[in-house]
């Protein structure tokens, strides 16, 4: 049974490195500065307030613009604080879109029956955005099931990579698609190979970079002997990793460390904003 040393650069290229798992980091980092900017921001509230409301009066201590527009208009916060007989004080933020009070005005406050803690100005929403900001968080959610698409393939091959035979195949098909890369057409690309009961099939590969695919009448493929069509073509892996019966080549640290980058920085500044 084949099982080949896979150093840990070559496997870090594999699951970080090439333009497509680097696209997916790309498009899902991008999509979480809005997902914080925006859909972090929404106001849910109207979740807890499909019961009973109290209402009660309050007095704002502290108001003032944010940074954040709506519709070319101001977003405002005002820290009010309102006191229960029995409960105490609460202090607590409502905004509004919009200059609506100032410092020591009396305003209504209203919270779910049982619940002052999810208080609000009446009329006003608890947090900057308004609830139509929650689905901009779609983006994101497409982002990181991209991004998770990608690792998990990603992972197979490296799997294949240790425990995969190698054969050859041929190219069956090139069809473009609607898709560009840098401006660059990515293509369809069907290879037809043997395994090694003599039975035929079939793995596509869709690219913008065919040269290193189409520069040979053959080219070198790698399947799970157990379940062939589990397949990947080696010239379509991140630094095209040369590979024997016994080892993997190591693509060097420098290389896996540059397919690092993107992710770290997108992984950092999620966990910076939580």
Known sequence: ???????????????FGGATNQGAWLFFGFSCIFFWIFAATADLSFIYYQGEVKKTQGQIFESYETNLEVNERSVYAYHYRFFLEGQGEFEDVSYSSGRRYGSGDNVTIEYPAGSPDKSRIAGLRRSEMGPWA???GVFAFVGLLWLLLKLKASIKVTSLLKRGVIGEAVLASKERTNTEINDQTVYKLTFRFTDEKGDEHETVVKTHQTRALTDNKKEPVIYNPDKPDDAAMLDALPSQPQMDDQEVEDVGMKSAIASLIIPAIVIWGNLYMI
């Open 1 to 15: 049974m084949i099982n080949r040393t896979l150093p840990i650069a070559t496997r870090l290229k594999i699951l």
């Open 134 to 136: 929650a689905l901009i």
